[in-house]
């Protein structure tokens, strides 16, 4: 298999996804298709510092997210957890253009696991194009919504003035956060 610009795949690195952020009372799930290679090496999502999710949940919830220890605690008050579609893949560094043998992590049984999820989150395009309601089987209460990507990367949306009231939309905080909120 060619890819353009990468040559075969042989040239692909393979990428295993970060254990789930999840709490027994999450009600939201953040679902991206496979962590950064930032946030591999780094061991917990979003950890890219170019990343702007962690600055969009510090604004819409007023808590720190500076450090792992705060970011947790944040998602875990506010009833969110993370996780990702893929449980495995190839692709070169970050680039979800590339992405190849693509092994998907079980998240009808995850949802099993955790009836108290009640939103899926996508936060990129591919992330909600892999999710399939039909073909996963998902509980009927479960809705799932999009948010635009949070990467730095993601020129769209450059700015937390643009993702915050996104954001707040999405986790049902729409009214708490002031328009002119930055």
């Known amino acids: 298999m060619q890819l353009p610009g990468f040559g075969d795949t042989s040239d692909l690195q393979t990428y295993t996804a970060l254990p789930p952020l999840v709490f027994e009372d999450s009600e939201y799930l953040f679902l991206m298709t496979m962590p950064s290679f930032d946030s591999e090496a780094r061991k917990f999502y979003f ?3 170019g ?3 962690w600055k969009v949940m510090a604004a819409i919830y007023k808590m720190p997210a500076e450090t792992s220890e705060e970011r947790t605690a944040l998602c ?5 957890a993370i996780w990702s579609v893929l449980k495995s893949c190839k692709r070169h560094l ?3 253009d590339t992405t190849t043998d693509e092994v998907y992590n079980d998240m009808a049984g995850f949802l099993k696991e955790h009836p108290t999820i009640k939103k ?3 936060v990129s395009r591919m992330a909600e194009h892999e999710i399939d309601r039909e073909n996963w089987n998902f509980p009927a209460d479960v809705q799932v919504c999009y948010v ?3 990467s730095g990367a ?3 949306y450059e700015h937390l003035d643009e993702l915050v009231p996104l954001y707040a939309r999405a986790l ?6 002031p328009e002119n909120w930055y």
């Open 51 to 53: 990343n702007h999710f």
């Open 148 to 150: 635009p990507s949070p």
């Open 120 to 122: 899926l989150i996508c």
């Open 154 to 156: 993601d020129f769209m």
């Open 94 to 96: 970050s680039q979800q």
């Open 47 to 49: 950890a890219d510092t």
């Open 76 to 80: 875990k008050a506010n009833k969110i």
């Open 172 to 177: 049902d905080r729409a009214q708490e956060v």
